[in-house]
């Protein structure tokens, strides 16, 4: 079946040590984004890639990065993760952008423990 | 962005029909109606979206009101593996930002056996 898959599911780093969480899909989507969602809290945008121009969310901390060097892979990088960064990633990928009907395919998404 | 108003919690038994709410009285002509859940411990999954008329597919139905301020997530029968977080989200049809999805705080749909 056609998905969106995040590896690893689970991820532990320390506080301040760069960690890197990966998507890849399979539905052969222009658009892949990725949001963050702490705990007890809705998901929020941090930013996207239609194909492989980048848009990054004007509050999104810099502290967080992120690559896409296909169309079937997006990479998430916090250099420094911090306390607060622990949180569920979630990645998404949608066919086109800004289509007001376009459905977002979410991942299963990583939850993020900073030690 | 036109904000949605959704009930914190609900609960519903095994096979019943559930009506989830949502509010949007900003609601401008051009905005999408977009429901979507998020199962525990998954990412949120697609329901349904509408723009006036009601709406069904195989997952529920959506009901929009005549003066779209409000609308009803129909899921005709409940099941325990409906247990849920709902989101209804407003999408500008021909806005700058309808690429994203801005979820509001949802509301958790608790299903007894």
């Known amino acids: 079946d056609a998905m969106v898959i995040q590896n690893p599911r689970y991820q532990v780093t320390q506080f301040g040590k760069p960690v890197t969480l990966s998507c890849s899909q399979t539905?052969?989507?222009?658009?892949m984004y990725w949001y963050q969602q702490k705990s007890s809290q809705a998901p929020k945008l941090l930013f996207h890639?239609?194909?492989?121009?980048?848009?990054n969310e004007a509050d999104t901390p810099d502290n967080f990065q992120s690559r896409r060097p296909n169309t079937s892979f997006c990479f998430l990088d916090i250099r420094s993760p911090g306390l607060g960064d622990a949180a569920m990633y979630l990645c998404?990928?949608?066919?086109?952008?800004?289509?007001?009907?376009?459905?977002?395919?979410f991942g299963p998404g990583t939850r993020l423990t900073v030690l | 962005d036109a904000k949605t108003t959704q009930p914190n919690s609900m609960e519903s038994n095994e096979e019943e029909p559930v009506h989830l709410p949502c509010n949007h009285s900003?609601?401008?002509?051009?905005?999408?109606i977009h429901w979507y859940r998020q199962l525990p411990s998954q990412g949120p999954e697609y329901v349904i979206h509408?723009?006036?008329s009601n709406v069904n597919n195989r997952m529920a139905s959506l009901a929009i009101a005549e003066d779209r301020k409000s609308s009803t997530l129909i899921l005709h029968r409940a099941t325990l593996r409906d247990a849920a977080v709902y989101y209804c989200?407003?999408?500008?049809?021909?806005?700058?930002?309808?690429?994203?999805?801005?979820f509001g705080k949802g509301t958790l749909l608790t299903v007894n056996p």
């Open positions: 539905l052969n989507h222009n658009v």
């Open positions: 509408g723009l006036t």
């Open positions: 989200i407003l999408r500008d049809r021909g806005g700058g930002s309808n690429y994203k999805l801005t």
């Open positions: 890639y239609y194909d492989k121009d980048f848009n």
């Open positions: 900003t609601i401008s002509g051009t905005d999408y």
């Open positions: 998404a990928t949608s066919k086109e952008q800004g289509a007001h009907a376009d459905t977002q395919y």
